[in-house]
């Protein structure tokens, strides 16, 4: 008994030199200073800045489209026959009256021919019918006069058979000369009433007659198929030794000097262009192909929205510099728009989303909605975004720096704040990175 009870007070001294220390520790806590809380530093985001400069400015838009003709024809056939000869070639450009395409015209001289016979034939058939109506107009005069005398003798027979110097087979006989008489002018009243009507069933097949041959001799013309108008040739579709039918695709070409490009237009442009449209206001475009520069005109748009697209499509008419230009190309145009006063140009990294910017206020940020307009080119070639905001003035401080986190209020530092570039020099600037400065001020 008296060995356990010291092997037990030795394992609780580690014991109560720890709670001693737990004591110590908590006691020290309670009793010594609070350290003062760090002061908090707000951090200012890096950002470039250019100066605001309102004026009136010409903006543009940039409108992609592909050419095309209102004038796109294909060619076909419009006779029978054999192609001998085809001239035309895939991009040749030709003018009007040239030979395109000839198929042997045997078939349709033959056929001229034939016509032409039958016209001659029924013209003498209607001279035929005139002679017969002027003869029978005629003859019913002299059988009026026969009908007379035959109706003068009648009566002289009756009177002689009255006075017992005839007899009664005088007066049958007298009686059947006139009833002869009369039959023979109702049937020359007759033919002379049916006269016209003879005639003009004779002139009708004539008319007739000759418009056939009129066809066939326009039959003949077409075999010689030849450019309707100064035109590029798209694509031959036949060849000597081919037989042509009514139909058949021949040549494909397109009027040279009525070319068009169809673009899409913007939905938020659409209604404005329509309005300028309607107030006759020039809207010219620019666009660029083989080295050679294409004006254009905008002259209308479209009434239905193709399937697919979001909007409408406006027509340019090709004024100047585009009769190199083929079908179907894929075209940006340039279009220009009339000048706006009170407007702003601003570097595109300018804008969040697509109506707001940052003004920078006393180092911070304060966001305002704009109205976008277009876009502007510079007279050095850069593209930038035009827009309107009445509460901007010149020499406001607005942000040309994608922030992530930019929100009203948040606090920045423009970089070279006593030398800001204008918008035009802001885009030519790079884009300071956001990510290594901020590490490097932490």
């Known amino acids: 008994m008296s060995r356990v009870m010291p092997r037990v007070g030795r ?23 609070e350290a003062p809380a760090p002061e908090g530093e707000e951090r200012a985001w890096p950002v470039r800045g250019f100066v605001a400069e309102p004026g009136t400015h010409h903006p543009s838009v940039v409108l992609y489209g592909r050419s095309g003709s209102a004038q796109d024809a294909t060619l076909r056939a419009a006779v029978r026959g054999d192609v001998t000869e085809v ?50 107009r005629e003859a019913l ?23 017992d110097m005839g007899s009664d087979s005088d007066v049958d006989d007298a009686r059947e000369r006139l009833e002869q008489a009369e039959l023979t002018v109702q049937n020359r009243e007759e033919a002379v009433a049916d ?8 002139e009708a097949r004539l008319d007739r007659a000759r418009a056939a041959a009129e066809q066939a001799s326009l039959d003949l013309e077409r075999t010689e198929v030849r450019a309707p108008f100064d035109a590029r040739v798209v694509s031959v579709r036949t060849s000597p030794g081919e037989r042509a039918r009514d139909g058949d695709e021949l040549v494909r070409l397109f009027n040279l000097d009525d070319l068009e490009i169809r673009a899409g237009l913007p939905l938020d442009l659409e209604t404005r262009l329509e309005t300028l449209l309607a107030e006759d206001q020039p809207l010219r475009a620019v666009t660029h192909a083989g080295g050679r520069d294409i004006t254009t005109e905008l002259e209308r748009i479209e009434g239905e929205t193709r399937s697919g697209a979001s ?74 975004a035009l827009i309107r905001q009445s509460e901007i003035e010149s020499g406001d401080v607005l942000v040309a720096t994608r922030l992530p986190n930019a929100v009203d209020g948040l606090r920045v530092e423009v970089e070279d ?26």
């Open 87 to 136: 001239p035309a070639r895939d991009g040749q450009t030709v003018r009007e009256g040239d030979l395109l395409v000839r198929i042997d015209p045997a078939e349709a001289q033959l056929a001229l021919r034939q016509a032409r016979a039958e016209a001659d034939e029924l013209e003498g058939a209607l001279e035929s019918e005139q002679l017969r109506a002027r003869f029978d």
């Open 195 to 202: 006269a016209p009507m003879r005639l003009a069933a004779a």
């Open 141 to 163: 005069v002299r059988e009026r006069e026969l009908r007379d005398i035959a109706s003068r003798g009648l009566e002289r027979a009756r009177d002689l058979r009255e006075r």
């Open 311 to 384: 909007g409408s499509h406006g027509v340019f008419r090709v004024v100047d510099g585009g009769r190199s230009l083929g079908l179907n190309r894929f075209l940006e145009l340039d279009l220009h728009l009339p000048e706006e006063a009170d407007s702003l140009v601003v570097p595109f990294e300018a804008l969040y989303g697509r109506d707001r910017v940052f003004r920078v206020e006393d180092g911070r940020l304060q966001s305002l909605t704009v109205e976008r307009l277009g876009e502007y080119r510079s007279k050095a070639g850069d593209t930038l």
């Open 417 to 442: 704040d006593e030398d800001l570039p204008s918008a035009a020099e802001a885009v030519r600037e790079g884009e300071p990175d956001i990510t290594e400065q901020g590490s490097s001020d932490e």
């Open 11 to 33: 394992a609780l001294i580690p014991l109560l030199i720890l709670a001693l220390s737990v004591v110590g520790f908590l006691i020290l806590r309670a009793t010594g200073p």
